[in-house]
């Protein structure tokens, strides 16, 4: 059974930066890509970009360009999400997935990360 | 920017009801287009993908269907378990946004 277990909730200042973690059991990141979608407090989901496990390619969210970074090591079949410059709209839970290289389809999810950007 | 647009917004119906919900695209996505159910406090769970295949263990009162821009979510009779919120997202290419949601809620 897959299971992506992501780090634990983080209070941020506005302009410091965030790293959240998810990290897979066994190799269930080998050749799927990892995406990252967030939800701010009772909005919708956003997705924020992807990273091939395999490749390290990415693709990311256009109004994200510039402050977010996506990485894998696989070695611990841990992904990782580096948003910076932080604002206060960027307050939200913040969850990994796994996606399919084919069909995209997000299969398995992580719990959840909240991150919280207040002054 | 391509973008997703689901209708209705909201909606009220009782258990035992067909529900349906729609999804548009605003270019052309093949069948490239998945759906996602979630409820308050919880990760979303993939329900449909490919515009029409059903997730391994997912009901089979859920079905869906379209290509190109327009696309459908039907769930035949209502559970009580369904009420949630769903969502449509664009699977292929870059970038893969998802539409705003539909919730569904207990008339």
């Known amino acids: 059974q897959v299971q992506l277990v992501q780090s634990g909730a983080e209070v941020k200042k506005p302009g410091a930066s965030v790293k959240v973690s998810c990290r897979a059991s066994g190799n269930a990141f080998i050749n799927y890509y990892v995406t990252w979608v967030r939800q701010a407090p009772g909005q919708g989901l956003e997705w924020m970009g992807w990273?091939?496990?395999?490749?390290?390619?990415?693709s990311y969210a256009q109004k994200l360009q510039g402050r977010l970074t996506m990485t894998t090591d696989t070695s611990t079949n841990t992904a990782y999400m580096e948003l910076r410059s932080l604002r206060s709209d960027d307050t939200a839970v913040y969850y990994c997935?796994?996606?399919?290289?084919?069909?995209?389809?997000?299969?398995?999810w992580g719990q959840g990360t909240l991150v919280t950007v207040s002054s | 920017d391509m973008q997703m647009t689901q209708s209705p917004s909201s909606l009220s119906a009782s258990v035992g009801d067909r529900v349906t919900i729609t999804c548009r695209a605003s270019?052309?996505?093949?069948?490239?287009l998945n759906w996602y159910q979630q409820k308050p406090g919880k990760a979303p769970k993939l329900l449909i993908y490919a515009a029409s295949r059903l997730q391994s263990g997912v009901p089979s009162r859920f079905s869906a269907s379209g290509s190109g821009t327009d696309f459908t979510l039907t769930i035949t009779s209502l559970q009580p378990e369904d009420f949630a919120t769903y969502y449509c997202?664009?699977?292929?290419?870059?970038?893969?946004?998802f539409g705003q949601g539909t919730k569904v809620e207990i008339k």
């Open positions: 990273i091939s496990a395999n490749t390290g390619d990415t």
């Open positions: 270019v052309n996505i093949n069948s490239c």
């Open positions: 997935a796994r996606a399919s290289s084919l069909t995209g389809d997000l299969d398995y």
């Open positions: 997202q664009q699977s292929c290419g870059r970038p893969r946004p």
